[in-house]
């Protein structure tokens, strides 16, 4: 059975989770590995046809494993992008074997919405890496797997806080800072108790009673290492009360308060919180971020459909007009839905957000007015649009008329109706952090 079972792996990754898993788990981990290597596999051959990727001769199609790919197209640069896609697979296959949510779709909380989204970043080769997690830690602390998990609560004499840090984390002098378990155990960390919080969509980022808290996970989470930097420690209630005094039509989740451990007098970035207040649901909404509604079948799509770009695109575009760009994607939009149609929504997570320069605002925000309208067209067309368009069972050539109907009158609008439409350029990111270059789509409106 073991040797058997040793067969079914193709990477010391997946041999590495199948040998922690109890036997049932081991069985649907190895059903579902031949679709989480063609979904990974599905995504990489994505990024060879739009990114702007060192050309190889190699053929895409010959390859079953994106590993195996990734090997052979020996791209400078590349060692790491083959680990995390190695972990990104068998993560995905563990995803795929925890049991469906039974809740009815419009029955569902928020943390439940938020849980329902298996299969992670829909067009990222790195959808479901963690690295850094054993199969163990999948289990206990990803959101797919709905775990409860205890935040370790930090009594840190020495610190910095910035807002207003809630008198139920306070032990005196003291702050109580919650602190990841995965996170507390490698840098030993105590704790003066625990809180009980469910992870969301973004896994370092909890549900704990009235507050959603973002903490830091020292770990390659899909494209990035979770740390929170000492700026953005200082500045995250800054950028919230900014935004707060700009962004009309859509609601923010503001940022109420952040701290961090002080090292050597400087914020620890291992060692910081960001706190916001949980969202509330309207009386008889349902509210879910943008990525769980491919767990229902929309009614009447094209009308649905027109209700929520009257609710989003005007704003986003008047925003932009202004010279803010907000990282407006599927996991920080969140609609509010009553008697299922479209509501209101609200935007979450400030801290990717880019402006034009301004005082009061850290240059790390600051762009220019190219890069700002990238961003918009990237985050919300090219993705979130184009993601949410693709579940709705329409013509996408109606919908996208739809979305042209809506647009304000500003001057990024020709832009957007005519030329190619801009997107992360997700692999190559891997491979050359600090590459400026996008990716370009078909303009969807010119069809």
């Not at 199969?135 to 409860?148: F, I, K, N, S, T």
């Amino acid at each position: 059975m073991c040797q058997d079972r040793i067969i079914l792996t193709h990477t010391p990754v997946e041999s590495e989770f199948l040998a922690a898993l109890g036997e049932s788990r081991a069985e649907r981990f190895t059903a579902a590995l031949p679709g989480a290597r063609a979904a990974v596999l599905a995504r990489l051959r994505r990024a060879l046809a739009v990114e702007p990727l060192p050309q190889v001769d190699v053929d895409p199609s010959a390859y079953e494993h994106p590993v195996d790919l990734l090997t052979a197209l020996r791209w400078p640069g590349s060692e790491s992008l083959v680990t995390e896609v190695a972990h990104s697979v068998a993560g995905l296959a563990l995803s795929r074997t925890t049991s469906p949510l039974t809740t009815p779709f419009a029955d569902r909380s928020l943390e439940e919405h938020e849980q329902s989204v298996v299969d992670g970043h829909p067009l990222h080769p790195c959808c479901r890496n963690r690295t850094g997690f054993t199969a163990l830690d999948h289990l206990a602390y990803g959101p797919e797997h709905r775990p409860v998990v205890r935040l370790r609560l930090h009594p840190a004499a020495s610190h910095v806080v910035f807002g207003d840090w809630p008198d139920e984390l306070r032990d005196g002098e003291r702050i109580l800072l919650p602190v990841h378990p995965w996170q507390a155990d490698r840098l030993g960390v105590t704790g003066a108790g625990t809180l009980d919080a469910s992870p969301l969509m973004a896994l370092r980022t909890l549900s704990a009673g009235a507050w959603h808290v973002k903490t830091t996970l020292s770990a390659q989470i899909t494209s990035a290492v979770r740390d929170i930097s000492g700026g953005s420690i200082a500045t995250a209630t800054t950028i919230s009360d900014f935004l707060g005094s700009v962004v009309e039509g859509i609601e923010l989740q503001h940022n109420r308060a952040s701290a961090a451990v002080l090292t050597d007098g400087e914020p620890d970035r291992r060692l910081g919180v960001v706190l916001r207040d949980r969202p509330v649901p309207h009386d008889g909404e349902n509210l879910l971020p943008l990525a769980a509604l491919g767990a229902w079948r929309i009614p009447d799509p094209v009308g649905w459909f027109r209700e929520f770009a009257e609710l989003t695109v005007p704003p986003l575009m008047t925003l932009l007009a202004r010279g803010v760009a907000l990282e407006a994607h599927e996991q920080n939009l969140l609609i509010g839905l009553v008697n299922g149609r479209p509501h209101r929504v609200v935007y979450r997570d400030l801290a990717d957000i880019r402006v034009s320069p301004r005082a009061g605002l850290p240059t790390r925000l600051h762009a220019s007015p190219e890069a700002l309208r990238a961003k918009t067209f990237a985050t919300f067309f090219a993705t979130a649009l184009t993601g949410l368009i693709g579940t709705l069972d329409a013509p996408d050539a109606e919908l996208w008329d739809v979305v042209a109907q809506a647009l304000p009158d500003t001057p990024d609008r020709h832009a957007l109706l005519h030329d190619p439409l801009p997107a992360k350029p997700l692999t190559l990111m891997r491979i050359d952090p600090g590459t400026t270059a996008w990716a370009h789509l078909p303009n969807p409106f010119r069809s």
